[in-house]
């Protein structure tokens, strides 16, 4: 049974720092791009923010460059999306996604497992 449970979000001031989780299982993670969406309650689920190619390639979108990376641990079947630097836009619900892909996709509708979600408060 395929799994992702997403973990590590919460409260935090402006500026600061929160490292999600995303432990996997039931496939091969080496095998799937993973992605990390936002979507705040009652607004549309957006494109990808980043995408961990199963080649090693990624992806970020413009308003996380240089804020958030993210990063996977195949042998521990678990991928990290550390976000540095929030920002109060930055509040929403996380998501992580996998999607057996060839090439890095942002679209959500084309990644195929989900978590159930992880909250990142961002206030003063």
């Known amino acids: 049974q395929v799994q992702l449970v997403e973990s590590g979000g919460g409260w935090v001031q402006p500026g600061g720092s929160l490292r999600l989780s995303c432990a996997t299982s039931?496939?091969?993670?080496?095998?799937?791009?993973i992605a990390w969406f936002r979507q705040v309650p009652g607004k549309q689920r957006e494109g990808a923010l980043c995408?961990?190619?199963?080649?090693?390639?990624?992806y970020y979108e413009d308003s996380v460059k240089g804020r958030f990376t993210i990063s996977r641990d195949n042998a521990k079947n678990t991928v990290y999306l550390q976000m540095n630097n929030l920002k109060f836009e930055d509040a929403a619900v996380y998501y992580c996604?996998?999607?057996?892909?060839?090439?890095?996709?942002?679209?959500?509708?084309?990644?195929?497992?989900w978590g159930q979600g992880t909250q990142v408060t961002v206030s003063a």
């Open positions: 039931g496939f091969s993670l080496d095998r799937y791009n």
């Open positions: 995408v961990s190619g199963r080649d090693g390639d990624t």
């Open positions: 996604a996998a999607g057996l892909h060839s090439i890095v996709v942002q679209a959500w509708e084309l990644y195929d497992y």
